[in-house]
């Protein structure tokens, strides 16, 4: 997505940085960070897609990362992986037209809020919870989590130009 013009050493210390930074939250709040019941604090990261698209690889390469230390093993490193990109990339392409901050932190909220399926998903396949009440309490995880990273970079990017 990115033109090797414009991916500058700034670019590539901010991927690593954020990606360092999802990880280490990740990990630190491991107990609560993998499961049926989740709050992943980290996933507060995916509303930086909502600014600029550079953080789609920098929330990817920290979900590779953080899910290697995921008990259903290298399936989630994969599948995670996939389908955080994927819905990253769908958030931008739905938001990229709009100027409304709080449009987009809603779209952003939503989609990825429904995109917990995946986990839902997963956790059917490789442990056998049952889909609709693991995709129930994963996305109210999520939702929470979402809902506070919205209001949190909405006031980071009052004092910091998230978008540059």
């Known amino acids: ?24 939250v990740t990990l630190v709040f491991a107990p609560i960070s993998f499961g049926p019941i989740q709050l992943r604090i980290a996933e507060i990261f995916n509303i930086l897609v909502i600014y600029n698209r550079r953080y789609i690889l920098s929330v990817t390469l920290g979900v590779f990362i953080s899910n290697i230390a995921s008990p259903l093993g290298p399936l989630d490193v994969i599948w995670g992986s996939a389908a955080t990109c994927i819905t990253l990339i769908i958030i931008y392409l739905v938001v990229k037209n709009i100027t409304n901050e709080n449009l987009k932190l809603a779209y952003c909220v939503v989609i990825v809020t429904f995109s917990m399926f995946t ?46």
């Open 119 to 164: 986990v839902a998903l997963e956790l059917f396949w490789i442990l056998h919870y049952p889909f609709w009440i693991t995709f129930g309490t994963v996305a109210a995880g999520e939702f929470i989590v979402m809902c506070a990273g919205a209001l949190i970079f909405k006031i980071i990017n009052k004092h910091i130009n998230l978008c540059r």
């Open 1 to 24: 997505m990115l033109t090797k013009s414009k991916f500058s050493t700034k670019e590539l210390i901010l991927t690593a940085l954020v990606a360092g930074i999802y990880v280490a």
